[in-house]
């Protein structure tokens, strides 16, 4: 693989990996549920896209196009219909007022942003394909936490988990050039899937007996 | 300052012919999406000859102020437009600045208009003026920022041909996320200039939603044709701003009459599509609560800022 | 012989049955009887552990386990036949209190052993990622279980739990893949993801990974051990659980992810050297046990003191591990042994306590539990003792080991915090729990919970916990040793 083909898909990635911050902060900000999901969907997508090309100029590692398969399964198409079937039986499809309002979670996020530059700086030496994709992963997972804080309901809430499982992948697959061993990324795919199974459980059982998914309102026990 | 006052007055004949028919273009195609058959692009060719045939009525509360905004607009506007690289790589005019000046001058225009809205004395004027000045607030940064973005690939000169130079340059990277950001926060600050829905409805009127046509509602005959004819031209520039900048594809470096030609083709094409982007965006989406758009144009905000780290912090 | 894989596959079995069973006794003798030979097969590892080479293996060292392994392996199995003996008739009595719907119960003793498996793969696994996939999925099940009896607080409970426990498990995911990225050279094929191969390499390690993967980790997996300050689910969903659950939580599962954290805090010490992860363990425990010691004197929920109880334990371990000295770890890990014993007795107390009361508020419990349950009250008295520590059980012996290690090397700031933490939770606990059980009744109650309720379970655990703490068998004591030998890097 020569260095021009590297330079090529270095850029792709730096690429994909940049749309994938701005769809973050695109959900930060977002209030229609199922909006949100699609912005999600197109996310991992975009994780898709760069297991797939890291997949392809690293000789065709097989193990790796495995990956980029199964985050195009489960988390582009079957995860997104999984969440959308348990909206429409939940029938909330609008998120409240934030407790933060756009404008300052705009600026907060880019805060964010600045600050996991400055924590992934001693590692952009590193020569691997895509290495500056690290901030953004951290990034990634930053905002994904403020999500989770800064909204009141549950499935936003779900969908913020996500989105930090989508950095912390993106760091797998930008710092190790094979990615990780097949076992470990299958188990962590099944435990992602199995993970939003129960909280759909969950989600549903309390819309069930708070008539909400207004997780402000899970707030009896204390001290 | 160098200026050739061919180059000028090539530049400013092609801004004022290819402004009417970009807005005709936009009218058109969004009411072939709607379904409908939509007046002929020439239209606003005919609008203009129209307005310039008709008599004026002015309020008589009006101050010169009134009477002035239609030509400081109008020049303002041109000037800006002959700083921007169209067909060539040289803009014909290069004040001091470069975009700095630039925007400047845009903002010069917009202060005058607005203070032509106020100016009248009626209600609706008033309001448009100020909802303009808020959503002027918000946009002027992102788009110093945009541009900023790119000046820094360019040995940090915010000439405009200086930054188009360097973008025929080795350096230039197609799939540069600086410039992708960059990109969409000006094609937000785009809309947010012209009018367009999300922001704007360039179509209602219903004056309470209005933004931009609520200042220019008591202008009549000439004045207005003055006032829609800067409109036209400051989308024109805008456009051409985004498209060159960020596409330089063949546009001319030297000045023989091939490659202007060829380069007129290629700037005709490019503009075709921005415009079209520009039918796509507002026939999908609907136009925002004013208290939202704030929301929409920090985004932009955001994007541009992110677009300038990522020129330090994407190495 | 096969050892690893049939202690995996005994709860796994027993949950699968359970799922296709149809009778309650069925499934609580299903339960019982796997825990029973993992408690068996656990004796049968921890005998062949201490031999050369010290080491089991199965799979290809994809099973792996050494002496810390086996004290795992050993705890769990223990706390959870001591929770199948109970559950049963628990359940029993909540069924006809029409507390829980048939279906529920058969959803417990499904997920009981599936999270008991889960745990046991956490020990056993050799590939670090393999050991997060178990956590993770000792999480999801232990989710549903707090969720049981689908109440409002249960509810809100669960999603705390989940909420707090996948973000944290989302961190120590990230921590475990920069640390597979330190080990991952440039020209090399992909390395194994084996932590005993990752320690034989510990030095050729890029040291800056190491030590950001480890403050994620720490942060991760500590807060499904609950450290402080991630420790804001812990009180939630230890108290909301069936009895039988919190006792399974606050017995064992904490210790696991303990285990997590402290195999990587053993790499990160082999690569960087002892000072940066056991300060960060020391600071940490620290903090838990002086955040446990308020809330334990001010609580009005019984089980949320327990809870309690168990944040300032699992902190004292912690501060044991930190202060890095061969006697206050070794006393760590027997802490983690005695309080594994003891704090499932005092939830199966407060269990029947709650099925008689129908409530856990202490001030609406009332005085005079000793003249309403008998047994009950002995065996919460009883362990009340021990979880102070107060001799002559286990937990004395092991607190005064850590605080003798402390002063001994000179940590006299630490060890004065821990004693004030420990006088305090041994106040708060033992003023609420006589408050409770001593005096004379005042509330007139029906006697829905028979006098000798969960005397079995709660029997066992006590006779245990009495019985090693006065004599050590050999082969523990040396299995204990190894341990400690390992987590202080030998």
Same mark, same amino acid.
């Given at each position: 693989?020569?260095?021009?083909?590297?330079?090529?898909?270095?850029?792709?990635?730096?690429?994909?990996?940049?749309?994938?911050?701005?769809?973050?902060?695109?959900?930060?900000?977002?209030? *229609?549920?199922?909006?949100?999901?699609?912005?999600?969907?197109?996310?991992?997508?975009? %994780?898709?896209?760069?297991?797939?090309?890291?997949?392809?100029?690293?000789?065709?590692?097989?193990?790796?196009?495995?990956?980029?398969?199964?985050?195009?399964?489960?988390?582009?198409?079957?995860?997104?219909?999984?969440?959308?079937?348990?909206?429409?039986?939940?029938?909330?499809?609008?998120?409240?007022?934030?407790?933060?309002?756009?404008?300052?979670?705009?600026?907060?996020?880019?805060?964010?942003? %600045?600050?996991?530059?400055?924590?992934?700086?001693?590692?952009?030496?590193?020569?691997?394909?895509?290495?500056?994709?690290?901030?953004?992963?951290?990034?990634?997972?930053?905002?994904?936490?403020?999500?989770?804080?800064?909204?009141?309901?549950?499935?936003?809430?779900?969908?913020?988990?996500?989105?930090?499982?989508?950095?912390? *992948?993106?760091?797998?697959?930008?710092?190790?050039?094979?990615? *990780?061993?097949?076992?470990?990324?299958?188990?962590?795919?099944?435990?992602?899937?199995?993970?939003?199974?129960?909280?759909?459980? %969950?989600?549903?059982?309390?819309?069930?007996?708070?008539?909400?998914?207004?997780?402000?309102?899970?707030?009896?026990?204390?001290? | 300052?160098?200026?050739?006052?061919?180059?000028?007055?090539?530049?400013?004949?092609?801004?004022?012919?290819?402004?009417?028919?970009?807005?005709?273009?936009?009218?058109?195609?969004?009411?072939?999406?709607?379904?409908?058959?939509?007046?002929?692009?020439?239209?606003?060719?005919?609008?203009?000859?129209?307005?310039?045939?008709?008599?004026?009525?002015?309020?008589?509360?009006?101050?010169?102020?009134?009477?002035?905004?239609?030509?400081?607009?109008?020049?303002?506007?041109?000037?800006?437009?002959?700083?921007?690289?169209?067909?060539?790589?040289?803009?014909?005019?290069?004040?001091?600045?470069?975009?700095?000046?630039?925007?400047?001058?845009?903002?010069?225009?917009?202060?005058?208009?607005?203070?032509?809205?106020?100016?009248?004395?009626?209600?609706?004027?008033?309001?448009?003026?100020?909802?303009?000045?808020?959503?002027?607030?918000?946009?002027?940064?992102?788009?110093?920022?945009?541009?900023?973005?790119?000046?820094?690939?360019?040995?940090?000169?915010?000439?405009?041909?200086?930054?188009?130079?360097?973008?025929?340059?080795?350096?230039?990277?197609?799939?540069?996320?600086?410039?992708?950001?960059?990109?969409?926060?000006?094609?937000?600050?785009?809309?947010?200039?012209?009018?367009?829905?999300?922001?704007?409805?360039?179509?209602?009127?219903?004056?309470?939603?209005?933004?931009?046509?609520?200042?220019?509602?008591?202008?009549?005959?000439?004045?207005?044709?003055?006032?829609?004819?800067?409109?036209?031209?400051?989308?024109?520039?805008?456009?051409?701003?985004?498209?060159?900048?960020?596409?330089?594809?063949?546009?001319?470096?030297?000045?023989?009459?091939?490659?202007?030609?060829?380069?007129?083709?290629?700037?005709?094409?490019?503009?075709?599509?921005?415009?079209?982007?520009?039918?796509?965006?507002?026939?999908?989406?609907?136009?925002?609560?004013?208290?939202?758009?704030?929301?929409?144009?920090?985004?932009?905000?955001?994007?541009?800022?992110?677009?300038?780290?990522?020129?330090?912090?994407?190495? | 012989?096969?050892?690893?894989?049939?202690?995996?596959?005994?709860?796994?079995?027993?949950?699968?049955?359970?799922?296709?069973?149809?009778?309650?006794?069925?499934?609580?003798?299903?339960?019982?009887?796997?825990?029973?030979?993992?408690?068996?097969?656990?004796?049968?590892?921890?005998?062949?552990?201490?031999?050369?080479?010290?080491?089991?293996?199965?799979?290809?060292?994809?099973? $792996?386990?050494?002496?810390?392994?086996?004290?795992?392996?050993?705890?769990?199995?223990?706390?959870?036949?001591?929770?199948?003996?109970?559950?049963?008739?628990?359940?029993?009595?909540?069924?006809?209190?029409?507390?829980?719907?048939?279906?529920?119960?058969?959803?417990?003793?499904?997920?009981?052993?599936?999270?008991?498996?889960?745990?046991?793969?956490?020990?056993?696994?050799?590939?670090?990622?393999?050991?997060?996939?178990?956590?993770?999925?000792?999480?999801?099940?232990?989710?549903?279980?707090?969720?049981?009896?689908?109440?409002?607080?249960?509810?809100?409970?669960?999603?705390?739990?989940?909420? #707090?426990?996948?973000?944290?498990?989302?961190?120590?995911?990230?921590?475990?893949?920069?640390?597979?990225?330190?080990?991952?050279?440039?020209?090399?094929?992909?390395?194994?993801?084996?932590?005993?191969?990752?320690?034989?390499?510990?030095?050729?390690?890029?040291?800056?990974?190491?030590?950001?993967?480890?403050?994620?980790?720490?942060?991760?997996?500590?807060?499904?051990?609950?450290?402080?300050?991630?420790?804001?689910?812990?009180?939630?969903?230890?108290?909301? &659980?069936?009895?039988?659950?919190?006792?399974?939580?606050?017995?064992?599962?904490?210790?696991?992810?303990?285990?997590? #954290?402290?195999?990587?805090?053993?790499?990160?010490?082999?690569?960087?050297?002892?000072?940066?992860?056991?300060?960060?363990?020391?600071?940490?425990?620290?903090?838990?046990?002086?955040?446990?010691?308020?809330?334990?004197?001010?609580?009005?929920?019984?089980?949320?003191?327990?809870?309690?109880?168990?944040?300032?334990?699992?902190?004292?371990?912690?501060?044991?591990?930190?202060?890095?000295?061969?006697?206050?770890?070794?006393?760590?890990?027997?802490?983690?042994?005695?309080?594994?014993?003891?704090?499932?007795?005092?939830?199966?107390?407060?269990?029947?306590?709650?099925?008689?009361?129908?409530?856990?508020?202490?001030?609406?419990?009332?005085?005079?539990?000793?003249?309403?349950?008998?047994?009950?009250?002995?065996?919460?008295?009883?362990?009340?003792?021990?979880?102070?520590?107060?001799?002559?059980?286990?937990?004395?012996?092991?607190?005064?080991?850590?605080?003798?290690?402390?002063?001994?090397?000179?940590?006299?700031?630490?060890?004065?915090?821990?004693? &004030?933490?420990?006088?305090?939770?041994?106040?708060?606990?033992?003023?609420?729990?006589?408050?409770?059980?001593?005096?004379?009744?005042?509330?007139?109650?029906?006697?829905?919970?028979?006098?000798?309720?969960?005397?079995?379970?709660?029997?066992?655990?006590?006779?245990?916990?009495?019985?090693?703490?006065?004599?050590?068998?050999?082969?523990?004591?040396?299995?204990?040793? $190894?341990?400690?030998?390992?987590?202080?890097?030998?």
């Amino acid at each position: 693989m020569n260095s021009s083909e590297s330079e090529l898909a270095s850029q792709l990635i730096t690429l994909l990996a940049a749309g994938m911050l701005v769809i973050q902060l695109l959900m930060v900000v977002q209030r *229609m549920l199922l909006t949100s999901i699609r912005l999600f969907a197109l996310q991992s997508l975009m %994780l898709a896209g760069i297991a797939a090309i890291v997949a392809f100029f690293h000789n065709n590692a097989i193990h790796v196009y495995w990956v980029a398969g199964l985050t195009l399964i489960g988390k582009v198409f079957f995860l997104p219909w999984l969440l959308n079937r348990l909206v429409r039986r939940i029938q909330i499809d609008q998120e409240i007022a934030p407790l933060l309002n756009s404008t300052a979670s705009m600026l907060l996020c880019g805060g964010f942003t %600045l600050l996991g530059y400055i924590v992934a700086r001693p590692f952009t030496s590193l020569e691997r394909l895509g290495n500056n994709t690290l901030a953004i992963a951290i990034t990634l997972l930053l905002t994904g936490f403020f999500l989770m804080f800064n909204r009141r309901k549950a499935i936003t809430q779900v969908l913020a988990l996500l989105t930090v499982e989508n950095g912390v *992948m993106l760091a797998a697959v930008a710092l190790t050039s094979y990615g *990780m061993p097949l076992v470990v990324e299958l188990g962590i795919f099944f435990d992602v899937m199995v993970a939003v199974m129960v909280l759909g459980i %969950l989600v549903y059982r309390i819309r069930e007996t708070f008539s909400s998914m207004d997780v402000s309102k899970l707030s009896q026990l204390k001290g | 300052m160098m200026f050739s006052v061919l180059a000028i007055m090539l530049q400013t004949a092609l801004l004022l012919a290819l402004a009417p028919l970009i807005s005709g273009c936009i009218k058109n195609w969004k009411a072939k999406l709607q379904n409908r058959r939509g007046p002929p692009v020439w239209q606003p060719y005919f609008d203009l000859a129209k307005f310039l045939r008709k008599d004026m009525v002015i309020s008589e509360h009006a101050s010169w102020i009134f009477r002035a905004v239609p030509y400081v607009l109008f020049i303002s506007t041109l000037l800006a437009g002959l700083m921007v690289p169209m067909v060539s790589v040289s803009a014909p005019l290069s004040l001091f600045g470069g975009a700095l000046a630039f925007v400047g001058l845009l903002a010069l225009g917009r202060f005058f208009l607005a203070l032509g809205g106020l100016d009248a004395a009626s209600a609706f004027g008033g309001m448009g003026s100020s909802r303009e000045m808020t959503i002027a607030a918000v946009t002027e940064p992102a788009l110093m920022l945009a541009i900023f973005t790119v000046a820094i690939a360019a040995d940090k000169s915010t000439n405009l041909s200086q930054m188009l130079i360097a973008a025929q340059g080795p350096t230039w990277k197609l799939l540069n996320p600086a410039h992708v950001l960059a990109f969409a926060a000006l094609f937000i600050v785009l809309l947010a200039e012209t009018g367009r829905i999300p922001i704007d409805n360039p179509a209602t009127h219903l004056e309470l939603t209005m933004i931009h046509e609520a200042m220019i509602l008591e202008y009549s005959g000439r004045y207005l044709a003055l006032v829609e004819w800067s409109a036209s031209v400051k989308q024109l520039v805008l456009m051409a701003l985004l498209a060159n900048i960020f596409f330089p594809i063949g546009i001319a470096t030297d000045s023989s009459a091939a490659s202007l030609g060829l380069s007129l083709g290629w700037f005709m094409a490019k503009l075709l599509a921005l415009a079209g982007a520009v039918v796509l965006v507002e026939t999908t989406n609907a136009k925002l609560r004013l208290f939202r758009v704030p929301d929409l144009l920090s985004a932009a905000f955001i994007l541009a800022t992110l677009a300038l780290l990522s020129t330090f912090l994407f190495q | 012989m096969m050892l690893l894989i049939p202690i995996l596959l005994a709860p796994a079995a027993a949950g699968l049955f359970c799922l296709l069973a149809r009778s309650r006794p069925a499934m609580g003798l299903a339960n019982m009887l796997a825990f029973g030979v993992t408690v068996g097969l656990g004796v049968m590892l921890l005998r062949k552990v201490i031999e050369p080479p010290y080491v089991v293996t199965e799979f290809e060292e994809f099973f $792996r386990a050494d002496s810390l392994s086996a004290w795992m392996v050993l705890l769990i199995s223990v706390v959870s036949l001591g929770t199948s003996l109970y559950a049963g008739q628990y359940f029993r009595r909540d069924l006809a209190a029409g507390v829980v719907t048939a279906g529920r119960v058969k959803e417990f003793f499904v997920l009981t052993p599936l999270f008991a498996t889960g745990m046991f793969l956490v020990v056993l696994a050799n590939n670090l990622g393999v050991m997060w996939f178990a956590l993770e999925a000792t999480a999801l099940s232990s989710v549903l279980l707090v969720a049981l009896y689908n109440r409002k607080t249960s509810l809100e409970a669960a999603w705390k739990y989940v909420m #707090l426990g996948s973000l944290g498990l989302a961190l120590a995911l990230f921590g475990t893949v920069f640390t597979y990225a330190a080990a991952v050279n440039k020209d090399s094929a992909m390395p194994s993801f084996n932590w005993s191969h990752l320690m034989s390499v510990a030095g050729q390690l890029d040291p800056r990974m190491i030590k950001l993967a480890f403050v994620f980790v720490l942060v991760g997996y500590g807060t499904k051990a609950g450290l402080a300050p991630m420790h804001t689910w812990l009180p939630d969903a230890h108290s909301e &659980a069936p009895s039988p659950t919190s006792a399974m939580l606050s017995g064992v599962s904490l210790k696991v992810a303990l285990y997590a #954290l402290l195999r990587f805090h053993i790499l990160t010490t082999a690569c960087l050297g002892s000072s940066f992860s056991r300060t960060m363990l020391l600071v940490f425990g620290l903090g838990s046990m002086c955040l446990a010691a308020p809330f334990i004197l001010v609580q009005t929920n019984l089980k949320r003191l327990l809870a309690y109880s168990s944040l300032e334990h699992v902190g004292l371990i912690c501060v044991g591990i930190g202060l890095n000295s061969p006697v206050t770890i070794f006393g760590a890990l027997l802490h983690m042994g005695y309080h594994a014993l003891t704090k499932p007795v005092l939830f199966f107390a407060a269990g029947n306590i709650h099925q008689s009361c129908h409530t856990l508020q202490m001030r609406l419990i009332g005085p005079g539990i000793a003249k309403l349950l008998p047994v009950t009250a002995v065996c919460m008295g009883l362990a009340a003792v021990a979880a102070t520590g107060l001799p002559p059980f286990g937990l004395f012996f092991s607190e005064m080991t850590v605080l003798n290690g402390g002063f001994a090397a000179g940590h006299t700031f630490v060890s004065t915090v821990v004693l &004030a933490a420990l006088l305090a939770a041994f106040c708060g606990i033992l003023y609420q729990l006589t408050r409770i059980l001593l005096g004379v009744p005042k509330i007139v109650r029906t006697k829905d919970v028979a006098p000798s309720a969960g005397a079995p379970a709660m029997g066992l655990m006590l006779a245990a916990l009495l019985v090693f703490s006065i004599w050590l068998p050999e082969p523990l004591l040396q299995v204990m040793k $190894r341990a400690a030998g390992i987590i202080g890097g030998k």
